[in-house]
Structures are given as C-alpha cells and as structure tokens.
C-alpha cells in the first residue's frame, strides 16, 4: 500500500515536475566537461568540478545540461571515441561522482542529458579488441569489416571526416575496417543485430542509473549501404553542414555512408527504449548537406523516433537577419512537425561571436544572439562561455590538442580555439585549475570572467541571467506558435510568437546603430521590460538602440 510502497522507496530529492513534455523549450546547457572546472588539479575538468558549479547553470536560468562525453576512452577525439559504456573515465571521476552530480543536479531543478556516441567506439573497447582478432570470432561482424579491391586499395571511395580514406588497413584480418572519424574511431555494424542489442544496453544503463536523456551524437551514421557503393559528387557546395571546404569529405554527397534507410527502425527501438521510463527525452545530432530537412522530418515527426533534432542552421557563417532567416525558414517549411534544438555555438565550431563582421560590439552582440537563440520556436542549446558573451580563442599550432586541426591546419584550424578552459576567476589560469590547464586559458576570458561578470549589472552573464529567468514566465516563447515578420529593416530580425491568448512580437536589431522599425503589428502592444533590454515603442514606432532585443506583448 501507499505507506509501506514509500518506505521501500524512498523519493530522491528533487524540483523537477513530471513532465514528459518538459524538453519543449527548455534552454539547454551545453558542458564541455575537460574544460568546465578541475577540481584535482590535474589541468582536466571533471565531475567533481561540475557539481561545485551547478548553481552557477541553475541561477542562469537553464533547465537542463547536455554533458559532452566523459566515458571511459583513450581520449583520441577527447571522449567520442569510448572504450567502455558502463563507466566513467578516471580522467573524469568515477561512476558515484556522477551518480552524486545527477542527484545534486535534480535537487536544483536541472536535468541531465549525456552524449550516446555509439556510431563507432574506440578501438580500445573490448569489442573491437576481439573483432580485430581475426574473421571468424564471435563479433568478427560488429564493426564494418571489408576486403581490398583486388589492386589492394580501399573497397570505396568513402572518406573520413577527419582526413583521407575512410578505410583503414588491418593486418591481422587482411581487411580494411570502415571510420568516418579518427581511424581509431572504428564504425560500428548497426546491421548486426547484436550490435543493435548491445547499444540499446548501454543506454538502458544510463537510463536506470537516472539520466534524463541522450544528446545522440552523429545520428544519421549509424548504418552504411551494405553493397558498399561509391558516393557520387556534391554539386551544391553551398550547404556545408558537417565539414569546412577545405575538407575534401565535402566534395561528396553521402549517399551510401550515412542516413540510410534502415536507421528509422532502430530509432525506433531506441526510443521504445526511452519510453519504458518516464519522462525521458533523445535529441540527435543530424549533420547532412543532402536534403537535411527531409532526414529531419523522418527523424523526429510524430511520437516514434527522436524527440529533438539538434541543427546546424545556425551553427556556421555570420548569423545576419537574412542568413537566420534562411536557416529559420528552411526547417519550419520543411520540417513543421518537427522540433528543433537550435545552436549558435558548440565544442565543434567558432564562437559565434567571431564569426560577426571585424566591427561589430561583440559584448552587446552576445546578449541580443542569446535571446534570438532562446525566442525562436524550438529548445535552445547553450554553450559553456556564450553566457559570457567569450570569443574564439587563438590556439598557437604547437598546442593544438584536436587532432581534425593538426591535419587541417593552417586553413581550418580545429576546435580548439572554443574548447578552452572557463575563466571563473582573475587567477592564475582563470581559477579552472590549480595545475596546468590542458589547453591555455585565454587571457581575453580571464579579464571578462565569470566573477567579475558576476559584480558588474551590465555585463553579458547579467543580462543572460535576467533574460533568462524573464523567460521562464513567457510561455508564448517556450511553446508558442512561430511566424516571421518582414521587418522592414536590414539589419533587424523579427518574428511573432502565439500561446493561446497571448502573442509576442520579438525583433532583434543585429547592428551597432540604432535601428527603428514600423509595423502595424506593434500599435497598442505593450514593452516587456525586466528582460535585460531596453527599447521604445511610440504608437507603431519601435526603436532599437545597438544590439537590442524589443519584446512586444499584443493586447487583445
Ligand atoms: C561530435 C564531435 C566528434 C564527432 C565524432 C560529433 O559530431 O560533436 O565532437 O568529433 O561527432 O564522434
Ligand atoms: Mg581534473
């Protein structure tokens, strides 16, 4: 009965509501955990580190964290090449460390996705140890194994993301294995359905232990075309979502190597999996320059596949009114019933800051892209340091740490320059740790960081803090309908958002001048202040000072 099903079970502590819908709109935190905050010295971030910290992402106003991977893995492409599921890498903590980081998580209201990288393992993991042992042991099938052409070289003509052929000799089994990553990132055979069985396990894992989701890394490579054919050209160089130019990798389109067909039905299964648990949620990383849309409408409409489908629209490129306008539109009409996880920043790309024109304030221009990112139908996905409004860092080549950098140098330098570590304080090494830090921590985050940001009202971690929080009581922009507006100005980017009686008209002004606006729209609607912004509006007038955001409530 009721009293004796509470003694057995006693309820963790926790603010979170039962919601299994709570994901729509819920600003998500981004974690890079080498880089969040040492708490042993050791120059890595970890576990540990991340706790002490929680109250720092809960006061921001965030309702969720994404942790990048912290499994146990030789850490070739720090952490996306797992060599056990079951376990945290020692680098990081231990297994009770995050045990203890979920439950204190949920006390402050936060909940907590990881990265599921099981497109390929490490070729550490116990897996691959035996597939690689010869051809006929008992998972000699789990990775994708294929014999040379009969001149010796690769099966196809297949590349890796990260350089050169995406097929790597073995010597003992006298057969090239597939990797579209690192070639000690081995690709997984998702048609074997032992394979299948064993991922689905580790996920179940996480799930027991108390994860409130996946972010799913590289979703769409799970399955390869079986009778191995050749990828044709990509015609369209103008829609390059996974590699830079200077990739070769983006002179194809990938027909044959990633999104097949087959992938829906284990999606399927993944999410019959989440299902069997309350309140969980996937979000899947979907990079594709073929008919992305179209992969994400499969992915995530309807109730089947995934919840969210992290997008890349905003990710590369200047973020002017016309280009997120584009990437905004693009996916509400392709994709309508779907939900997007938007991003403007993350440990793979340049800060978006530096990625705005030599002149623009980047101080003022991290606030108004924040709250762009947050008002646009769909969850927002922050990235460690975009509440701080941080720039790119510069990685000198001799401590370059990515290894995608070190072959791409000098034209595409890597991921290292927005994977450095958090600046918390005016120390030595920004107060991230007592030892030397992995990567330098930039001396530009030092002097803008987060407890000096903290004292000063105006800063960018300021303003994120009131916008956020203000967020919270705006329903309309967390599950609201989405319209764009033409905003009649250049330089300012618009858009309308409707929940039941309540409509909100955001415009965003991306310029260092005052802008104004009229619309016919904004006659009789009211400034909603307390938000971090300051605009006016006079009659059907608004004005936009620099790299403000105006939010408009609609009296009916
Ligand atoms: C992750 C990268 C990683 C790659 C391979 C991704 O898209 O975000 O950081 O290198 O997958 O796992
Ligand atoms: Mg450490």
């Not at 393992?121 to 597939?131: A, I, L, Y």
């Not at 894992?205 to 799970?222: A, C, H, Q, S």
Request: hydrophobic share 35%; net charge negative.
């Amino acid at each position: 009965m009721t009293v004796a099903a509470k003694i057995d079970a006693p309820e963790m502590e926790t603010r979170l509501v039962n919601d299994p819908d709570w994901w729509r709109g819920a600003v998500l935190y981004q974690i890079y955990p080498r880089s969040f905050a040492d708490s042993n010295g050791d120059g890595v971030g970890d576990l540990p580190g991340i706790i002490e910290r929680l109250p720092y992402i809960a006061n921001l106003g965030a309702d969720a964290i994404w942790i990048s991977p912290f499994m146990k893995s030789p850490m070739d492409d720090f952490g996306y090449d797992v060599s056990d599921y079951r376990d945290v890498d020692p680098m990081f903590g231990t297994l009770d460390d995050f045990k203890q980081l979920l439950q204190e998580a949920h006390k402050q209201g936060l909940r907590v996705l990881i990265d599921l990288v099981i497109s390929h393992t490490s070729e550490q993991h116990e897996w691959f140890v035996e597939s690689r042992r010869d051809r006929t042991n008992d998972k000699a099938d789990w990775y994708v194994w294929a014999n040379a052409k009969a001149d010796g070289s690769p099966p196809n003509n297949w590349l890796s993301i990260f350089g050169g052929s995406a097929w790597q000799w073995d010597t003992r089994r006298l057969q090239y294995y597939l990797h579209n990553f690192l070639r000690s990132q081995p690709d997984l055979n998702f048609h074997n359905e032992e394979v299948q069985a064993a991922v689905l396990d580790a996920a179940r894992f996480w799930l027991e232990l108390g994860v409130d989701g996946f972010r799913l890394d590289t979703v769409n490579f799970y399955f390869h075309d079986q009778e191995l054919r050749d990828n044709g050209p990509n015609e369209d160089l103008s829609q390059l979502n996974t590699a830079p130019l200077s990739n070769p990798y983006s002179y194809q389109y990938h027909t044959y190597d990633k999104s097949r067909p087959e992938n829906l039905a284990f999606l399927e299964k993944l999410r019959a999996v989440m299902d069997e648990y309350d309140n969980r949620m996937l979000v899947g990383e979907i990079g594709s320059e073929e008919d992305p849309y179209g992969l994400l409408k499969e992915y995530t409409e309807g109730d089947k596949r995934l919840h969210m489908s992290y997008v890349f629209d905003l990710l590369s490129n200047e973020p002017t009114p016309d280009y997120i306008t584009q990437g905004v539109r693009n996916l509400y009409e392709q994709a309508p019933g779907g939900w997007p996880c938007w991003a403007m920043s993350n440990h793979d790309v340049k800060r978006v800051v530096s990625r705005l024109s030599p002149e623009a304030d980047k101080r003022a221009a991290a606030s108004c892209l924040l709250a762009l990112t947050s008002s646009l139908k769909g969850s927002p996905c922050l990235y460690q340091g975009e509440e701080l409004g941080w720039s790119e860092s510069e990685v000198p080549y001799e401590l370059l740490q990515d290894p995608y950098g070190i072959e791409m140098w000098p034209d595409f330098k890597g991921r290292d320059g927005c994977r450095t570590p958090m600046a918390w304080r005016y120390t030595e090494h920004g107060g991230f740790t007592s030892g030397t830090p992995w990567l330098p921590v930039d001396e530009q985050h030092i002097a803008e960081n987060v407890e000096k940001q903290q004292q000063d009202p105006h800063s960018p971690l300021q303003k994120s803090i009131a916008f956020l929080n203000w967020r919270k009581e705006i329903k309309a922009l967390q599950k609201g309908a989405f319209e764009l507006i033409e905003t009649g100005h250049d330089k300012v980017f618009g858009f309308k958002r409707e929940l039941d009686s309540e409509t909100v008209v955001c415009l965003f002004n991306l310029s260092n001048d005052l802008a104004e606006v009229h619309l016919e729209l904004l006659d009789g609607c009211e400034v909603l202040s307390d938000n971090g912004f300051s605009c006016s509006l006079n009659g059907s007038t608004a004005q936009l000072p620099a790299w403000q955001a105006g939010y408009f409530r609609l009296n009916k």
